[in-house]
């Protein structure tokens, strides 16, 4: 069962609204700074200016070149909105798979779901070709992400791997062998084109583009809406099967339906932003920290905390090593290998 410290309260009795409200400049900050910060610097006024002139509001005289609006308008803002869509949707995927599995480890990246849909945007890049267009790698990108949630739960089922430790187990597995045939993927691709899918391994949101932002926008809306609306089923199925079924919910069903809305989530995600871990395993335990275990409160905060980590993620990626930038998966999973580390000592 996933618990949360009994001093949240402190924090949220001000209540839902206002810890958006709070949540939301801080991503409005966030976006900002992502914006300014960079190879070539740009004052926050300079961002400001651009935006509300892009906007129509002209609410700063233009004293700006258009080679420095082209850099906030065209590369930047659209990096900075992917970061806070992948960081938001992969964090609400392993909040709601923490519940529906009772297992305070599970993730995304460890239970093999971000591998699958890794596999499924190798295959189209190299192998299918771009059949359905711009969607192509979506697609396939889901689909992988699908099967190999459907591969860790039917391997779960038939080793036995029940507990919460060996359902972690059974993901990393499988996550291994979907690897290795993305590997093998590879080997087998045109050689010219195998430099193309590094992106994809290491994780990275450089080819954001405003054109391409709609799509990732459109799966995570809907889905978020679903998973927030479900909050006290998932309530329900964090104390247990036999409590949540006792309160009329359909159990095996309601976890399918969860693992696809997650392989949906994921398998999109990391179409366009690569192999991203640790993002769904950290936030939502942050969250609860804060706002305790409603689900109605950690969807949503889990939502916005996730956006503003993954901003703050692509920075460092930016700046460490600038004017380079660093896979942002590698940021991502040095931070969460040490708090992976702190919560297997906290849960024992």
Same mark, same amino acid.
């Given at each position: &069962?996933? +618990? ?9 009795? $001000?209540? @839902?609204?206002?810890? &958006? ?15 300014? =910060? ?11 200016? =651009? ?10 005289? %233009? *004293? ?26 992969? /964090?609400?995927?392993?909040?709601? @798979? ?10 995304? !990246? ?21 059949? @359905?267009?711009?969607? #192509? =790698? %979506?697609? &396939? ?9 459907? /591969?860790?739960?039917?391997? /779960? ?7 919460? *430790?060996?359902?972690?187990? #059974? ?13 093998? @993927?590879? $080997? ?9 899918? =590094?992106?994809? +391994? ?9 054109? !391409?932002?709609?799509? %990732? ?19 329900? +199925?964090?104390?247990? *099967?036999? #409590? ?24 999109? +995600?990391?179409?366009f932003s690569g192999m991203i871990g640790f993002v769904g395993l950290m936030i939502p335990h942050i969250v609860r920290t804060f706002v305790g275990g409603d689900y109605a409160r950690v969807i949503p905060c889990s939502a916005i905390a996730g956006a503003? $980590? ?5 920075? /460092?990626?930016? #700046?460490?090593?600038?004017?380079? *930038? &660093? ?11 040490? $708090? ?9």
């Amino acid at each position: &069962m996933i +618990m949360s410290r009994p001093g949240y309260l402190r924090v949220t009795k $001000f209540g @839902l609204p206002l810890l &958006m409200l709070v949540g939301t400049g801080i991503l409005i900050l966030s976006i900002s700074v992502a914006i300014s =910060v960079g190879a070539v610097s740009v004052p926050l006024r300079t961002v400001w200016g =651009v935006l509300s002139d892009e906007l129509g509001l002209g609410l700063i005289t %233009p *004293d700006w070149s258009q080679g420095r609006a082209a850099v906030v308008w065209e590369i930047r803002f659209p990096r900075a909105i992917l970061a806070s869509i992948v960081g938001a949707g992969l /964090a609400i995927v392993g909040a709601s @798979l923490q519940a529906v599995t009772r297992n305070p480890l599970s993730d995304p !990246h460890l239970l093999g779901i971000s591998s699958g849909g890794a596999f499924g945007a190798i295959m189209a890049l190299m192998h299918t070709g771009l059949f @359905l267009g711009l969607l #192509t =790698v %979506p697609v &396939m990108a889901f689909l992988g992400a699908l099967a190999a949630t459907g /591969a860790v739960l039917a391997v /779960a089922r038939f080793a036995g791997a029940a507990s919460a *430790d060996r359902l972690v187990l #059974t993901g990393v597995a499988v996550s291994f062998v979907i690897m290795s045939a993305a590997n093998l @993927l590879i $080997f087998l691709g045109d050689p010219r084109a195998a430099h193309t899918v =590094v992106f994809w +391994m290491l994780g990275g949101l450089g080819l954001a583009q405003w054109g !391409h932002l709609i799509y %990732p926008l459109a799966v995570l809306l809907p889905c978020a809406l679903w998973l927030w609306f479900k909050a006290g089923d998932l309530n329900a +199925m964090t104390i247990g *099967d036999e #409590t949540a079924t006792s309160l009329g919910i359909p159990v095996e069903r309601f976890r399918r339906s969860v693992f696809v809305v997650g392989a949906l989530i994921t398998g999109v +995600m990391v179409a366009f932003s690569g192999m991203i871990g640790f993002v769904g395993l950290m936030i939502p335990h942050i969250v609860r920290t804060f706002v305790g275990g409603d689900y109605a409160r950690v969807i949503p905060c889990s939502a916005i905390a996730g956006a503003i $980590f993954l901003l703050w993620a692509d920075i /460092a990626a930016r #700046t460490v090593m600038a004017p380079e *930038d &660093m896979p942002i998966g590698i940021v991502t999973g040095l931070i969460g290998g040490v $708090f992976f580390v702190f919560l297997l000592r906290r849960q024992l």
